[in-house]
């Protein structure tokens, strides 16, 4: 569609978005002005779905009330209370029910799943992941490799952009694979980048790496809640996310895990485990044996924590009513429409390092602004924009379909413009 750059234009745009209800269904962090911030920093954390609050007074309410009890008599159960969010989580990644779980955090996550599938045998010791990989990612690989005996001078490798380019090329990982695909034991990739917003294609690396006998995880942190993510056709080995970012459900909250279902009745894979991954008819006989749940229930470790599941029901109750496929569907107009107007800002001065083509992004873009330091983002922070800095000229913003509207992005233009 050919966007306009004036205000009428975003208010009409909203009027004709059939998702714009769903603001009203969260907290939006008001400017000092008394005004809505521009908030844009749903890739960091989501906002508080307003419905949180009671879902969460109803389960203190049972615990009030019940004790103990509650694990058979609340209200939703406590004993089963992770199963009452596998189904739209599922739905949300593109998995199979029994492919998915929520528990524990994510780099938690990620070293049990490199328990599991991170072997290094013989030459095949080597992780690789993509460059600018996340922090956190990067130190868990680096242990793992370290807890095997190995050294991550020469066992970790990252798949680079080309000097002329911000993102890596599927060309150049197939050049890696070529040369080192017979030491490589795992692709570890984040399928969302944090920093440049790239989706990768999740399928065609998976394939790529699986015709040379490697795992394959993608850390879905930046991916889960913002694109379609189609893990079980992805043919991943596994993957993990968060659910504080795209998935509203609060600071810290649990996070999410995928086994493909390959693997569902392999006993025999190396595993952590604890008392909630084991059969549930028989948890509570205390057999020695350790017995697993079938799927990805058979990774986890612990009772889970109810008050942080609490907020993901809530939060997953607002993407079952909207839709994911809806959200997706405004998600990649918003971001189209919030490029557009910032092509027509300043070609020169601002330059879009996130891929061009939505189905290469999710609703993120990173904007690297020439000549600009840390004093233009405070700026617009002082105007009401709630965003994202990365040295060294780096702001992430992420127009958020569940509660972001076509107007916020016209403001945020409008105040970048005014202190450019
Ligand atoms: C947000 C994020 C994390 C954070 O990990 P936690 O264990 O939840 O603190 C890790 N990896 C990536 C790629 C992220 O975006």
């Not at 209800?21 to 749903?42: A, V």
């Not at 993510?229 to 795209?246: E, P, R």
Request: aromatic share 10%; glycine share 8%; hydrophobic share 35%.
């Amino acid at each position: 569609m050919t966007y306009k750059t004036d205000h009428n234009f975003a208010l009409q745009l909203d009027q004709e978005d059939s998702l714009s209800r769903f603001r009203e269904s969260f907290h939006i962090p008001k400017h000092k002005d008394g005004t809505d911030s521009i908030y844009l920093c749903g890739n960091s954390l989501g906002l508080q779905p307003r419905q949180t609050k009671d879902f969460l007074n109803k389960e203190l309410e049972d615990w009030a009330n019940l004790g103990v009890e509650g694990h058979f008599h609340a209200k939703h159960p406590w004993m089963p209370y992770h199963e009452f969010l596998t189904e739209t989580t599922a739905q949300i990644v593109g998995a199979k029910p029994h492919e998915v779980v929520i528990m524990n955090t994510l780099t938690t996550n990620l070293h049990l799943m490199m328990v599991s599938f991170y072997q290094p045998k013989g030459n095949r010791t080597k992780i690789l992941i993509e460059g600018d990989a996340f922090p956190s990612d990067r130190y868990a690989v680096a242990s793992q490799i370290k807890f095997h005996g190995g050294d991550p001078e020469t066992d970790l490798i990252t798949w680079q952009p080309r000097p002329s380019d911000h993102t890596p090329s599927f060309e150049d990982l197939e050049v890696i694979l070529k040369n080192q695909g017979d030491e490589i034991a795992l692709v570890m990739i984040g399928a969302v980048n944090y920093y440049t917003g790239q989706l990768f294609e999740l399928k065609k690396i998976a394939d790529l790496c699986h015709s040379y006998g490697i795992m394959v995880g993608y850390d879905c942190a930046h991916g889960a809640g913002n694109v379609d993510l189609q893990l079980h056709d992805s043919g991943a080995d596994f993957a993990v996310w968060c659910t504080y970012k795209y998935m509203n459900a609060g600071p810290g909250s649990l996070g999410g895990c995928f086994v493909h279902e390959r693997h569902a009745d392999n006993a025999d894979l190396p595993r952590f485990t604890g008392w909630w991954g084991h059969n549930k008819d028989t948890r509570f006989k205390m057999r020695d044996d350790f017995e697993p749940m079938r799927g990805a229930e058979g990774w986890q470790l612990s009772n889970p924590p109810i008050l942080s599941m609490v907020a993901i029901r809530a939060s997953l109750d607002l993407f079952a009513q909207a839709g994911f496929e809806n959200l997706r569907e405004k998600s990649i107009k918003m971001t189209n429409y919030l490029e557009f107007l910032l092509q027509e800002l300043d070609g020169d001065r601002i330059s879009i390092i996130t891929p061009s083509d939505s189905k290469d992004r999710g609703c993120q873009l990173s904007l690297a602004v020439k000549n600009a330091d840390r004093s233009l983002f405070d700026a617009i922070t002082a105007k009401g924009v709630i965003a994202d800095w990365r040295e060294p000229d780096v702001i992430r913003i992420a127009p958020v379909p569940l509660y972001n509207n076509f107007e916020d992005c016209w403001r945020f233009v409008d105040v970048l413009k005014s202190e450019l």
